[in-house]
């Protein structure tokens, strides 16, 4: 084991106003444990807090509808019921020192009509993904959606003003809005998922007009300085999705306007999430990084070694880890101390209950809650 005690990656920071333990995030983790209501478990609160080292935790995706539901046992933060699932979970986490954003997700055509008492799920326009949803009873193809009505767009705005003040009624610290993953912001972002005629499909900025209303209306909630978003200008998953045609001057603007609007991060998973980090022709991330005024989180098979040898060239400010959150409540301690890394066996990471998700001792046993 080798000291990494004095690693620059390990030492507090600040961005905006927030005071951070480490540049450590621990990326959001689906792992669908929430019951049909949307409603997270209690045990949430220990899974959460045992990794409250990391400098800031971003949650599971999070549903801010019935309607942006697309996987089972996922959790939402449109209801009375979840903000109060969620806040003892937001406590625990602060009680050990620890920051958490909530990420609020849509899936848009990543769903099923057995998500919605068979109604077809939404997105721009009426174009299948390949690959298969996440039910109650298994895996089932993805079906053609049904193209969102251009009246019909501004009340999903209305949909993330309000999960984003529920939010804050739940006490989390900010809010990340999931526009990465092909989900439905992202499917409003590229020309291959977005064929529409209206205000919000053809031009590059109309394409944006949507993921940007959003992205202001939760400003409107929380001021900027406390709103995150995550992106993929690279990824082809779920479903095999093509790149935008024009993916460079898409990001670009998108960056562009995000910056001007002066959200606290962009969260750039670099490459196809759990992956590659290929970098496909016309994605150029340390360019997006530049154009960018405020914090960039980087995200994708980082290791301590990549994330030092990253700051040192000066191409990212925090570091966001997946997996390796799983199973290492402590990972922070175990970076630091270069201790060994347990894995998580894939039968754990969706569905179950606490076996598997809060129950992973730290390299020194139990970890102590309060
Ligand atoms: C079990 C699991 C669940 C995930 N859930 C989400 C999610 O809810 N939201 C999201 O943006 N990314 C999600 N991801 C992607 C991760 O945040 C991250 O981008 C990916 O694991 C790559 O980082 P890593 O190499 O450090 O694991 C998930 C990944 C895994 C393995």
């Given at each position: 084991?080798?000291?990494?005690?004095?690693?620059?990656?390990?030492?507090?920071?600040?961005?905006?106003?927030?005071?951070?333990?480490?540049?450590?995030?621990?990326?959001?983790?689906?792992?669908?444990?929430?019951?049909?209501?949307?409603?997270?478990?209690?045990?949430?609160?220990?899974?959460?807090?045992?990794?409250?080292?990391?400098?800031?935790?971003?949650?599971?995706?999070?549903?801010?509808?019935?309607?942006?539901?697309?996987?089972?046992?996922?959790?939402?933060?449109?209801?009375?019921?979840?903000?109060?699932?969620?806040?003892?979970?937001?406590?625990?986490?602060?009680?050990?020192?620890?920051?958490?954003?909530?990420?609020?997700?849509?899936?848009?055509?990543?769903?099923?009509?057995?998500?919605?008492?068979?109604?077809?799920?939404?997105?721009?326009?009426?174009?299948?993904?390949?690959?298969?949803?996440?039910?109650?009873?298994?895996?089932?193809?993805?079906v053609t959606p049904r193209a969102l009505e251009t009246d019909e767009i501004p009340a999903i705005v209305e949909d993330y003003r309000r999960a984003a003040e529920q939010a804050k009624a739940a006490g989390f610290d900010g809010v990340e809005v999931h526009a990465a993953n092909n989900y439905l912001l992202e499917q409003f972002i590229r020309d291959s998922t977005n064929q529409r005629s209206d205000v919000y499909g053809g031009s590059i900025e109309n394409r944006l007009r949507f993921p940007l209303d959003v992205v202001r209306a939760v400003v409107d909630v929380w001021g900027a300085n406390r709103v995150g978003i995550r992106i993929s200008p690279a990824t082809t998953e779920p479903g095999k999705t093509p790149l935008d045609s024009?993916?460079?001057?898409?990001?670009?603007?998108?960056?562009?306007?995000?910056?001007?609007?002066?959200?606290?991060?962009?969260?750039?998973?670099?490459?196809?999430?759990?992956?590659?980090?290929?970098?496909?022709?016309?994605?150029?991330?340390?360019?997006?990084?530049?154009?960018?005024?405020?914090?960039?989180?980087?995200?994708?098979?980082?290791?301590?070694?990549?994330?030092?040898?990253?700051?040192?060239?000066?191409?990212?400010?925090?570091?966001?880890?997946?997996?390796?959150?799983?199973?290492?409540?402590?990972?922070?301690?175990?970076?630091?101390?270069?201790?060994?890394?347990?894995?998580?066996?894939?039968?754990?990471?969706?569905?179950?209950?606490?076996?598997?998700?809060?129950?992973?001792?730290?390299?020194?046993?139990?970890?102590?809650?309060?």
């Amino acid at each position: 084991m080798s000291d990494q005690t004095d690693s620059p990656v390990l030492q507090p920071v600040t961005i905006g106003d927030l005071r951070l333990q480490n540049r450590i995030v621990m990326a959001p983790l689906t792992r669908s444990r929430s019951n049909d209501e949307g409603v997270p478990p209690d045990f949430a609160a220990d899974y959460y807090a045992q990794r409250a080292d990391a400098g800031l935790i971003i949650s599971e995706a999070t549903n801010i509808s019935s309607q942006a539901r697309g996987y089972a046992m996922t959790p939402g933060i449109w209801s009375d019921a979840q903000v109060a699932a969620w806040t003892p979970i937001v406590e625990a986490v602060h009680r050990r020192g620890g920051a958490i954003f909530l990420q609020l997700w849509h899936t848009g055509r990543i769903s099923h009509p057995d998500l919605h008492d068979g109604a077809l799920p939404v997105a721009p326009s009426a174009i299948k993904a390949e690959g298969q949803a996440f039910t109650n009873d298994g895996m089932k193809d993805f079906v053609t959606p049904r193209a969102l009505e251009t009246d019909e767009i501004p009340a999903i705005v209305e949909d993330y003003r309000r999960a984003a003040e529920q939010a804050k009624a739940a006490g989390f610290d900010g809010v990340e809005v999931h526009a990465a993953n092909n989900y439905l912001l992202e499917q409003f972002i590229r020309d291959s998922t977005n064929q529409r005629s209206d205000v919000y499909g053809g031009s590059i900025e109309n394409r944006l007009r949507f993921p940007l209303d959003v992205v202001r209306a939760v400003v409107d909630v929380w001021g900027a300085n406390r709103v995150g978003i995550r992106i993929s200008p690279a990824t082809t998953e779920p479903g095999k999705t093509p790149l935008d045609s024009q993916v460079g001057r898409t990001f670009d603007t998108f960056v562009d306007a995000l910056s001007e609007i002066g959200l606290l991060y962009i969260h750039d998973i670099e490459g196809v999430t759990q992956q590659t980090r290929d970098v496909p022709d016309g994605v150029d991330f340390q360019a997006l990084r530049k154009r960018f005024s405020g914090a960039y989180i980087a995200n994708n098979q980082y290791t301590l070694e990549l994330a030092e040898k990253t700051l040192a060239e000066g191409n990212a400010d925090l570091f966001s880890f997946g997996r390796p959150f799983l199973a290492n409540p402590d990972l922070v301690d175990r970076l630091r101390t270069g201790a060994p890394l347990a894995e998580a066996p894939k039968q754990y990471w969706y569905g179950g209950g606490a076996v598997g998700y809060s129950d992973w001792p730290g390299m020194n046993g139990k970890i102590e809650l309060s």
